[in-house]
């Protein structure tokens, strides 16, 4: 007898991502790229400073480390995560609030990681997480970090790298004829070249740099931790390493450019200098590789106890899935659209209870406070009823869903950014407005003042300025008698434009980098002669300059320059060149669009209206040798500003011009 058997194929499982699914999936991508793309377009245009040229590498960096671990990824059950959903919305007006009124790039760019993870997190689950967790938050190593905080770091390690280069330059010198000394970030080399000797100064341009390429250090060595197959010890030791080996580096790199020196200077500059910088990668790499080799030297791994491969994902349990149609999809985008309409409402009413200029002034701070609450509460009721009203947690129907959530809260979010931008006319990407005059017009000579001469600067150290829009020069007063405190007066003045970060150069800054001794940073108000700057019928104050302004003034007289105010609030660093010597003065203050400032920080946050669509700053520092009484110092700087300023503002732009258009000439 024989058993007949029929064998029935098991059901064909439906595949996670279904059409719909896919639909949802490029709709929250697109939604998301829409909701920042200010910020991925700033971080992009970052990437061209030698300094942070490795933005561009790590979205890469982070795409290869999902690519490594695809089955992993895959083999992680899907599952919405509604406690995520709260966190993106929150970096959505994080993100928000940086445009405005924070303004902070930086952590602008941060909120955008945050709300991808969360994105991530939301509708993929916490198990997913656990393999997305690392290239989500390396991709903050693609966030410019604010020049405030990045050089005030820079340089301290800066220091370090100056002293191990100078040690590593003495001991070259022990085998040549060549002699190494040095001050804060500065070396010197002394050599005999061609029958004479020569003095070099090495790396002052880098003062006010910050250690080059360090956060390009940091993110490679970070990356080699994770890439490959470590422990978790590991993996911390190799980050902890990261500035040490970035700091080695550079000893390395700026003892190869002292070596250079002492052959040729003109092969450590320009793009050979940038070429050894980028080469420096290399022996980075093998130092990070090298400790990892030894790491795994010293304890030995269990390779059938090291975890292999993912398991295969579990099979599906009885039941159909809940089927996904179009409706799941409309479903989603119109409950995640109503999610960022009342929480938008919230924000809004929020701000126009606490804000010192509300978006809309006809509510009282009252009834904002009181829709502010009903907002809430509307939101948090929409939170709670979410879970309930999805088809379901997991699955294609729980992925569909909860991507078309995310996608209609983001999508309504991003129309509503751009829409609230427009209606203030906000710009986010300022345009470059060219100075009227070039500033090497300024004049020789000016009442008592005439020029000595221009003080040198290297093309390094116009790199590391990041402008050749400026004048470093020498004046003297002739009132004065030869060799008295006073006579000679250095005056340097830089211009920027289509910049809104904080100015990083200031002598409180790049003088203690470069190994001078602070004292102290004090305000100090500038009053000016009221008889060359007479005050205004419409504002302000106005003065005559020698340079004929090429588009006539409101009243046509194109010489005729116009200052906000007469007394200038300025900082006043006190420094020592050396220990021995008396206290020197440096005082300095920015122009930008058409106000005075006293601080970097002052033009970050006063400097530029987000109404303005062009931007400009420069900063005016004059320093009196040998005046010690502060007193003296501001009656001697502003004594100066009276005879050079009207000119100074002859050369910037005319912000009443450039708000009605008639500059730049020609723009549109």
């Known amino acids: 007898m024989t058993r007949v058997s029929t064998a029935v194929a098991p059901p064909t499982p439906r595949p996670l991502i279904s059409p719909t699914c896919w639909v949802a999936s490029i709709a929250v991508s697109a939604a998301f790229v829409w909701m920042f793309w200010e910020i991925l377009r700033r971080s992009f245009h970052f990437s061209s400073d030698p300094n942070w040229s490795h933005i561009v590498i790590v ?3 982070s795409g290869y480390y999902v690519f490594q671990h695809k089955d992993r990824l895959a083999a992680a059950p899907k599952r919405l ?26 952590f602008r760019g941060y909120s955008a990681v945050l709300a991808l993870g969360a994105l991530l997190w939301f509708v993929l689950g916490s198990r997913a997480m656990r393999v997305l967790w690392f290239p989500v938050l390396y991709l903050g190593f693609a966030v410019k970090i604010s020049d405030a905080i990045w050089s005030r770091i820079a340089e301290r390690l800066q220091d370090v790298a100056a002293k191990g280069a100078t040690i590593a330059l003495e001991i070259y010198a022990a085998f040549t004829n060549v002699s190494v000394a040095n001050h804060g970030n500065s070396i010197t080399l002394r050599f005999f070249r061609d029958g004479a000797w020569v003095e070099e ?14 956060m390009a250090f940091v993110a490679l060595g970070v990356a080699l931790a994770f890439l490959f197959d470590r422990p978790w010890w590991q993996r911390i030791a190799m980050m902890a390493v990261t500035v040490p080996v970035a700091v080695l580096v550079n000893i390395g790199r700026v003892a190869a450019l002292g070596v250079i020196y002492t052959f040729n200077k003109e092969y450590a500059q320009g793009d050979f200098h940038v070429f050894v910088g980028l080469l420096m990668l290399i022996p980075a790499a093998g130092l990070f590789m090298l400790l990892g080799w030894i790491m795994n030297q010293i304890i030995i791994r269990d390779e059938n106890a090291a975890p292999g491969k993912a398991p295969a994902a579990a099979a599906a349990g009885p ?26 409402g919230t924000y809004a009413m929020f701000f126009n209870s606490f804000s010192g200029a509300p978006l809309i002034e006809s509510l009282t701070p009252g009834v904002s406070k009181a829709l502010m609450g009903l907002g809430a509460v509307l939101g948090l009721g929409l939170l709670l009823s979410l879970p309930r009203l999805a088809p379901a947690r997991q699955g294609a129907a729980g992925l569909t869903f909860g991507a078309a959530v995310a996608a209609g809260l983001l999508g309504v979010s991003a129309a ?19 100075a009227r005059h070039h500033l090497s017009r300024l004049p020789l000579q000016a009442g008592p003042y005439q020029f000595v001469r221009d003080l040198p600067i290297s093309s390094d150290e116009i ?27 250095r005056f340097h003045v830089t211009y920027y434009t289509g910049m809104v970060d904080t100015v990083p150069h200031v002598p409180d800054r790049c003088f203690v980098a470069a190994g001078i001794d602070s004292v102290v940073l004090d305000d100090q108000t500038l009053r000016l002669s009221p008889d060359v700057f007479r005050a205004a019928d419409a504002g302000g104050f106005t003065a005559r300059s020698t340079l004929r302004a090429p588009v006539a003034a409101a009243d046509g007289e194109r010489r005729r320059v116009l200052l906000p105010v ?9 420094y020592r060149a050396e220990p021995a010597q008396p206290d020197q003065h440096v005082t300095y203050f920015f122009a930008a669009n058409g106000k005075f400032l006293a601080s970097p920080n002052a033009v970050r946050l006063q400097g530029f209206d987000i109404r303005d669509a062009y931007s400009y700053y420069a900063k005016v520092e004059v320093a ?19 005879a050079f300023l009207p000119d100074i503002m002859a050369c910037f732009p005319d912000w009443e011009q450039v708000r009605a258009g008639d500059w730049p000439v020609g723009d549109e």
């Open 59 to 61: 979205p890469l960096i």
């Open 463 to 489: 790199e590391a300025l990041g402008t050749e829009e400026f004048i470093s020069r020498v004046y003297e007063d002739t009132s004065i008698n030869q060799g008295e405190p006073g006579r000679l007066i």
């Open 566 to 574: 007469r007394d200038i609030a300025t900082k006043r660093f006190t």
């Open 201 to 214: 100064g090495l790396n002052v341009a880098e003062a006010c740099a910050g250690l080059r390429m360090l």
């Open 81 to 106: 995560c509604w406690p995520a959903l709260p966190v993106l919305a929150g970096a959505i007006y994080l993100y928000l609030w940086w445009i405005y009124p924070g303004r902070n790039d930086m």
């Open 319 to 344: 039941g159909q899935p809940t089927p996904v149609g179009v409706g799941t999809l409309i479903k989603g985008l119109l409950l995640g659209g109503l999610l960022a309409l009342v929480t938008a």
């Open 416 to 434: 509503g950014q751009h829409s609230v931008l427009a209606w203030q006319e906000a710009v986010l990407f300022k345009k470059e407005v060219p």
């Open 624 to 642: 009196l040798i040998g005046v010690e009484d502060p007193q003296e110092v501001a009656r001697g700087t502003a004594r100066f500003l009276d």
